[in-house]
């Protein structure tokens, strides 16, 4: 059953990036995360929900700048993903690319943090917040500087002895649930989220906009359903049809790749009748490409 507005919490997607578009929530947010002091932190709106079609689904993200123009992307995560790693890479290299492709050259790249809030421990290290920059294996003191850094916040640390008290019962407040979530944590910025929250949550037209969200996620669910089931059926194609010609002979390297690349589904089964059919490698390859001029030109 999904949600609705009013049982949400910080740590759902559409409520954080909701709260933390507001720019002294985003501002006190990368403060108690950095320990360091900004001064302005502005927020990009239209980059909060966005479709990527390397990504292949939509991202909830924070985007947002400062005035030393450090960049920073946020993201919750609520469940654990594969190469959370890689993950950060892309985000960083998104980042660099929209400024190398707006004009900016190589040495005035800025700063960027990637930022992710884990409600589990990414690194089973019972950490509050891993930290990660490029430096020298060979020679820890010297450092890359590239300009990029990747932090990892877990509601699953204990070392609180090496965290700011701040950032612990933030943490907190990020991991409970509903009821718990609205209790008093004796903290100034908590209390502010809590207010957000409650006012998001009397707010019609925030109503109107998770509604909306849930509509394109439920449509995104449906269509890669289907989009797997396809391509689940072109792979058991593929595998099928690699099994029968290797009966036959050597699959040539430049046919085989054709089979690999090949996302049609019907010049698949065309291809696995004729191999069923095919004495030889070299009559299936005589025909073959026929087979799939012929599907091509059935759907023209």
Known sequence: MKKQLKELTIKDNFMFGAVMTMPENCKDFLEMVLQTKLSEVVVSKEKSMIYHPEYKGIRLDVYANDEERTHYNVEMQVSKKPALGRRSRYYQSQIDMELLVSGEEYEELPDTYVIFLCDFDPFGQKKYRYTF????QECKESKLQDGRCTIFLSTHGENEDEVPKEL????RFVKAGLQ???QNFHDDYVEKLQRTIREIK?????EERFMI???MLKDERKEGRIEGREEGRAEGARLSL????ECKGRIPDMFRKQIETEQNLEVLRNWLVLA???DTMEAFLAEAESVKGRQCGQKE
């Open 180 to 182: 718990e979530s609205e």
């Open 133 to 136: 920059s490029s430096e020298c």
């Open 168 to 171: 612990v019962t933030f943490l």
């Open 276 to 278: 069923a059919k095919s």
């Open 213 to 215: 969200l849930e509509e």
């Open 242 to 245: 690699c099994t029968i010609l």
């Open 202 to 206: 009397r707010d019609r037209e925030m």
